[in-house]
């Protein structure tokens, strides 16, 4: 990992406009610069590069963050890949924090393999270019096939000759390990114990990553030697490293043409991908040889929402890799098929013919799938109706994957007329069908949900949680920052002078302000709210880790648990409320929004990170997104560090979905509305904090308050819960409790209590 302190020299250094001139050519317009986006294709540059803010999007396409979001996107690298090719560009030295012993050992396996890999392809390329075996044999095959010396070397194509431990016996000698060699497959032992190489007597296929590293390899025995071999490609194991299902071989090579063209086209087969960028098509991809698989497709999904397949003549091979492409639709890809002509493939169809001419074909020739599918089985069922019946389920069935309702609506409409079949049939199937799905997706998630509460109930028994209580500040009786059940008032800052820091105690991460949490292993974990209500023991706040990752940390979501379905709320109210309270952190964290006047008149500041902590904490409420409640937790605990600047420390966090969430957030600056003084001065967020913040607060808690009492209802009304009278009885006493909150939230939204100016 590397350090805190790396990273901000590497974000201090390089400067946006100075990178991103690098790929797009920018021209200023007033304090920014604009250019043509480089993550699709357009004619007027709507890509807006801020070098006073530090970042860049694109008002198009929506791509856009600061200098190390726009490297990751750009040249596709991981977060730390893009800090260091920062570092590189600014000469700057990475420094990495000391990873745990498991961390070590993990890190070095997979630095370890890949480091043989990489020996493994310098040796294959040493083999082809600097032996007579290489040079008569294997460079013979490749130029036979018509690729050019520049396409073998930049596919970085070997030769591995007909001594089967020439590469095991070499390795040995250089120092590499034999537990790696074989971990990584090059080689494999025999049952007398000696290393044999895989990959012998064969030209060979590099298998590259995304960022370029080589995972794998594909060796091919040579025409002359396939008499007797049963396979001609023999192709690396599943490895630490290597994972078939999710690699794409061409997609290093490929990416930044894919971006380009806003397009990829799909082959089978190593030569396939190497031809046709010989011929001048680079965005191009293989699955080699294997059905497609979920992974594979949201790689090609991360470059462009367009995929073209080309078949040969082969009407079999259609046949079996035509049930993979439902996968396509179902991830919302537009997907055409591009049949060659009889007797070619996409290898010698490139090599017939320039990129011009291979690209005015493919754009003749190309169909979408769902005309290509009922043309290709009606052709099969002539004029029998069970098979034509069978046909229609078929077609219906690939409609009905599609999410967009729209485009599954052309599509009926287009199969009505070409099937000779009543639009109204076809839609009932098709409900019919995306139903079932629904169904056999909440069954699966039941099931799932059921597994989990029966281990989080086994993990639990036998242990006993201890309760907190809330704790105020010397000379207060307050309970939280809505003023209710506070002696004393709330100021807003400017009508209050400064007073005491706020007491290290009630900053702190760990103090004891009231949260209310399910108890680990209670039944129906899935679906029961942090706050349970009465009759349930509190539990102390989780401790976050300091440092977070793209998936939040179990702790996150131990003790969090909702009615409420995790996914797909980005439309509801409470989460657009969530969202504007979440940019308020970032944008506004360590400002401070009031002063609490205690009965003796002291005033005790409250940034907005501690009030909006507070005022959730108090009605046992939490952010319902996973990400937002770590980005409010390492708020928490960074709220009392000195100098702390919310929205530079989580535009700089290293966790690239903070980091990226952060700069969205706050490149978008929130207005309530377009508020004006008498002297017609526009009056800034920031100085409207304490009037902004407790409103946002108040509508945030109404708004998920009120979704979760439907869910619960929802709940209610379910058999399984229904029947099971502990369920039951905890979900109608999480109705009551919140149907209090409900009312007081509305008393206080009514009453809209205004801060003392």
Same mark, same amino acid.
């Given at each position: 990992m590397i350090d805190q302190t790396t990273i901000d020299r590497i974000m201090d250094a390089a400067q946006i406009v100075d990178v991103v001139s690098e790929f797009v050519t920018l021209r200023r317009r007033g304090t920014s610069y604009i250019g043509l986006c480089p993550f699709h294709n357009e004619k007027t540059p709507s890509f807006s590069v801020s070098p006073s803010k530090g970042l860049c999007k694109c008002f198009s396409c929506g791509k856009g963050g600061n200098v190390v979001h726009f490297i990751m996107e750009h040249e596709q690298l991981s977060y730390y890949e893009a800090l260091k090719w920062l570092a590189k560009k600014y000469n700057i030295e990475v420094k990495e924090r000391e990873l745990t012993e498991e961390e070590k050992q993990?890190?070095?396996?997979?630095?370890?393999?890949?480091?043989?890999?990489? %020996?493994?392809?310098?040796?294959?390329?040493?083999?082809?270019?600097?032996? &007579?075996? *290489?040079?008569?044999?294997? #460079?013979?095959?490749?130029?036979?096939? *018509?690729?050019?010396?520049?396409?073998?070397?930049?596919?970085?194509?070997?030769?591995?000759?007909?001594?089967?431990?020439?590469?095991?016996?070499?390795?040995l000698q250089k120092g590499y390990q034999e537990d790696y060699l074989l971990?990584?497959?090059?080689?494999?032992?025999?049952?007398? =114990?000696? &290393?044999?190489?895989?990959?012998?007597?064969?030209?060979? %296929?590099?298998?590259?990553?995304?960022? *370029?590293?080589?995972?794998?390899?594909?060796?091919?025995?040579?025409?002359? $030697?396939?008499?007797? +071999?049963? #396979?001609?490609?023999?192709?690396?194991?599943?490895?630490?490293i290597y994972h078939k299902s999710r690699e794409l071989y061409g997609i290093f090579f490929a990416k930044q043409a894919i971006m380009r063209q806003d397009r990829c086209f799909l082959v089978e087969g190593y030569t396939d991908v190497i031809s046709m960028h010989q011929s001048g098509i680079e965005n191009v991809v293989a699955s080699s040889g294997t059905a497609l698989t979920p992974e594979q497709i949201r790689l090609i999904h991360r470059f462009t929402n367009n995929?073209?397949?080309?078949?040969? =003549?082969?009407?079999?091979?259609?046949?079996?890799?035509?049930?993979?492409?439902? #996968?396509l639709l179902e991830e919302g890809m537009n997907v055409k098929v591009c049949l060659l002509p009889?007797?070619?493939?996409?290898?010698?169809?490139?090599?017939?013919?320039?990129?011009?001419?291979?690209?005015?074909?493919?754009?003749?020739?190309?169909?979408?799938?769902?005309? %290509?599918?009922?043309?290709?089985?009606?052709?099969?069922?002539?004029?029998?109706?069970?098979?034509? $019946?069978?046909?229609?389920?078929?077609?219906?069935?690939?409609?009905? +994957?599609?999410?967009?309702?729209?485009?599954?609506?052309?599509?009926?409409?287009?199969?009505?007329?070409?099937?000779?079949?009543?639009?109204? +049939?076809?839609?009932?199937?098709?409900?019919? &069908?995306?139903?079932?799905?629904?169904?056999?997706?909440?069954?699966?998630?039941?099931?799932?949900?059921?597994?989990?509460?029966?281990? &989080?109930?086994?993990? $639990?028994?036998?242990?006993?949680?201890?309760?907190?209580?809330?704790?105020? $500040? @010397?000379?207060?009786?307050?309970?939280?920052?809505?003023?209710?059940?506070?002696s004393g008032t709330f100021l807003p800052p400017e009508a209050s002078a400064p007073g005491t820091s706020f007491p290290p105690e009630a900053s702190d991460p760990g103090a004891p302000f009231p949260l209310t949490a399910a108890v680990p292993g209670a039944?129906?974990?899935?679906?029961?709210?942090?706050?349970?209500?009465?009759?349930?023991p509190d539990v102390p706040p989780p401790d976050f880790p300091p440092e977070a990752?793209?998936?939040?940390? @179990?702790? +996150?979501?131990?003790?969090?648990?909702?009615?409420?379905?995790?996914?797909g709320n980005e439309e509801k109210v409470f989460y657009a409320k969530e969202e504007e309270l979440v940019r308020m952190i970032i944008r506004y964290g360590e400002k401070i929004v009031c002063y609490m006047e205690t009965e003796e008149g002291e005033q005790l500041p409250l940034t907005v990170i501690q009030y909006i902590s507070m005022g959730l904490k108090e009605d046992g409420l939490q952010f319902h997104d996973a990400l937002h409640r770590q980005l409010l937790k390492e708020a928490e605990q960074h709220a009392s560090d000195p100098l702390f600047v919310a929205e530079r420390y989580f535009i700089q966090h290293p966790d690239p979905a903070i980091s990226s969430l952060s700069a969205n957030l706050a490149n978008e600056r929130y207005q309530l509305s377009k508020y004006h003084s008498k002297a017609q001065k526009i009056i800034t967020d920031e100085e409207r904090l304490h009037e902004l913040v407790p409103r946002l607060l108040t509508d945030f808690k109404m708004s998920i308050v009120d979704e979760e009492l439907k869910h619960i209802l929802q709940a209610l009304g379910d058999p399984a819960v229904a029947g099971d009278?502990?369920?039951?009885?905890?979900? #109608?006493?999480?109705?009551?409790?919140?149907h209090a909150t409900q009312s007081l939230l509305a008393q206080q939204a009514g009453d809209r209590v205004v801060l003392k100016v």
């Open positions: 993990a890190h070095n396996l997979r630095e370890s393999l890949f480091v043989v890999n990489q %020996f493994a392809n310098d040796y294959f390329r040493h083999t082809l270019y600097n032996t &007579l075996d *290489g040079q008569r044999i294997g #460079m013979t095959y490749l130029r036979g096939r *018509g690729f050019r010396d520049d396409i073998i070397q930049k596919f970085q194509l070997g030769y591995s000759t007909d001594q089967r431990d020439a590469l095991a016996r070499t390795a971990k990584t497959g090059i080689c494999y032992r025999k049952e007398d =114990g000696s &290393l044999r190489d895989r990959f012998w007597g064969r030209v060979i %296929f590099p298998v590259h990553t995304l960022s *370029g590293k080589v995972v794998a390899f594909g060796g091919r025995v040579l025409n002359a $030697a396939t008499k007797n +071999v049963q #396979m001609k490609y023999v192709n690396s194991p599943e490895s630490e995929i073209t397949v080309l078949y040969d =003549g082969d009407g079999a091979g259609i046949k079996a890799s035509i049930r993979g492409i439902d #996968m009889d007797g070619d493939d996409p290898d010698s169809f490139a090599r017939k013919h320039n990129a011009t001419d291979y690209q005015a074909y493919i754009n003749t020739h190309e169909v979408d799938f769902i005309r %290509f599918k009922s043309q290709l089985l009606l052709e099969e069922t002539g004029k029998d109706p069970i098979k034509r $019946a069978s046909l229609i389920s078929s077609i219906v069935k690939s409609i009905s +994957v599609i999410p967009d309702s729209i485009v599954r609506s052309v599509y009926i409409r287009e199969c009505s007329q070409q099937l000779a079949i009543e639009e109204k +049939v076809l839609v009932e199937a098709t409900a019919k &069908l995306i139903e079932q799905a629904r169904e056999n997706r909440f069954k699966e998630r039941q099931r799932r949900e059921q597994q989990e509460a029966r281990k &989080l109930r086994q993990t $639990a028994a036998g242990t006993t949680t201890t309760g907190t209580t809330f704790q105020p $500040a @010397a000379g207060t009786s307050a309970t939280g920052p809505t003023g209710a059940a506070v039944p129906y974990p899935s679906e029961i709210p942090a706050a349970i209500g009465p009759g349930l990752t793209s998936t939040p940390p @179990a702790d +996150v979501d131990e003790y969090y648990s909702s009615f409420i379905p995790q996914q009278p502990q369920r039951c009885t905890e979900a #109608m006493q999480r109705y009551k409790d919140l």
